[in-house]
């Protein structure tokens, strides 16, 4: 596509960011919708980080992603933040405003919840407790979608109790509804039985990572399993799930969906998560 002095610009700014997707995804959707505008990867180091950030309404940028590890400096460095980013404690996307201020957002829990309503249809957070594997910052962002959603119970479970007692509690106080218990390691597959969900927010599983450790017996029948990598798309977890009848949803659509909003923003066209998007986006 050829640019025009009037193109729209946005990126996705992280160190490293050669590994990003996000490129190709935007891409896909300015040339599907013929826009003129650029989505560009900007490779920034941690210690000019706050200062690219600030650069974007100079440069003419409309915004940015931002990936690992920036996260939570974006949420530090913008000027105001929306209701999810402040839960969230981290901004993955930045929006350039009419006057040149930055809003902080975050649609990675967006981007979860509207991949398990388009991957498993019919699903309902309410349809029962959740087990959530990890404590991290995808976990974070699972946890208070899950919550949002009407979940009646998240069951917690990390290798590290102290890290999701930390979590469950910085999250309880900012969403209401239903609750957040933790749980030893020991006792997660305890945790399975009348689970109406398992979540995997870990890298485990994913390539050059050992499996995640969790026999899925006394999981019910009826139980969704989905799991944030989608390096390789059916991870063991997933493909355990799926041989023994459970609904299974990957994780590239978490990636696609939390990608729409910021890209709504920017260039001004809500766009389509397609299985043509998909397996465009998934090729080397």
């Not at 650029?38 to 210690?47: G, I, K, S, T, W």
């Not at 600030?54 to 590890?69: D, E, S």
């Not at 929006?95 to 991949?115: A, K, Y």
Request: charged content about 20%.
């Amino acid at each position: 596509m050829i640019l025009s002095g009037k193109a729209k610009l946005a990126g996705v700014m992280g160190w490293p960011v050669g590994h990003s997707r996000s490129p190709r995804l935007h891409g896909y959707w300015l040339d599907r919708y013929r826009i003129d505008g650029a989505y560009v990867p900007l490779a920034v180091p941690p210690d000019r980080v706050e200062e690219a950030i600030r650069a974007l309404p100079a440069l003419g940028f409309r915004g940015c992603n931002v990936t690992v590890p920036h996260k939570e400096a974006a949420y530090r460095t913008v000027d105001r933040l929306d209701a999810t980013a402040k839960r969230m404690g981290a901004v993955n996307t930045i929006v350039v405003q009419e006057d040149g201020s930055l809003e902080g957002r975050n649609t990675d829990g967006f981007g979860f919840i509207e991949n398990l309503k388009s991957g498993a249809p019919g699903w309902k957070a309410s349809d029962g407790p959740a087990v959530v594997i990890g404590a991290g910052g995808a976990a974070r962002a699972v946890v208070a979608s899950l919550l949002d959603e009407g979940a009646p119970l998240v069951w917690l479970v990390n290798r590290t109790r102290e890290r999701a007692e930390e979590l469950a509690g910085d999250i309880g106080n900012k969403v209401g509804g239903g609750a957040i218990e933790v749980a030893d390691w020991v006792s997660r597959e305890t945790l399975l039985e009348g689970a109406a969900l398992v979540v995997n927010t870990t890298t485990q599983g994913m390539v050059g990572q050992p499996a995640l450790d969790l026999d899925l017996a006394a999981l019910p029948a009826s139980a969704v399993v989905t799991d944030i990598v989608y390096t390789p798309l059916l991870t063991p977890l997933l493909t355990a799930a799926q041989a023994r009848g459970n609904r299974v949803v990957d994780g590239v659509g978490m990636l696609l969906h939390q990608a729409r909003p910021g890209f709504a923003a920017w260039f001004g066209t809500q766009p389509e998560v397609t299985d043509e998007l998909k397996r465009f986006v998934l090729q080397d």
